[in-house]
């Protein structure tokens, strides 16, 4: 099954003016692993999920 890219993540990363690199470094995720979150390739961990939505100070719910 092929999975549609993430634009809440997206979205959100470029209104708030934060780059996917930087979110990544700050969480302690791997750039590319992040990458392929947001492009749908990879479907991320709740832990992931959990760091995400903080770093974003945002609901789980209202990005994944």
């Known amino acids: 099954m092929r999975r549609?890219?993430?634009l809440q993540v997206k979205s959100a990363l470029?209104?708030?003016g934060i780059k996917q690199i930087d979110?990544?470094?700050d969480i302690r995720?791997?750039?590319s692993r992040i990458s392929k979150i947001?492009?749908?390739k990879e479907e991320?961990?709740?832990e992931i999920k959990e760091a995400i939505a903080d770093?974003?100070?945002m609901e789980i719910?209202?990005?994944f």
């Open 29 to 31: 995720i791997d750039p």
């Open 44 to 46: 991320p961990s709740y």
């Open 14 to 16: 470029w209104k708030q």
């Open 61 to 63: 719910s209202e990005l």
């Open 38 to 40: 947001i492009n749908g």
């Open 55 to 57: 770093y974003l100070e």
């Open 23 to 25: 979110m990544a470094l």
């Open 4 to 6: 549609l890219p993430n």
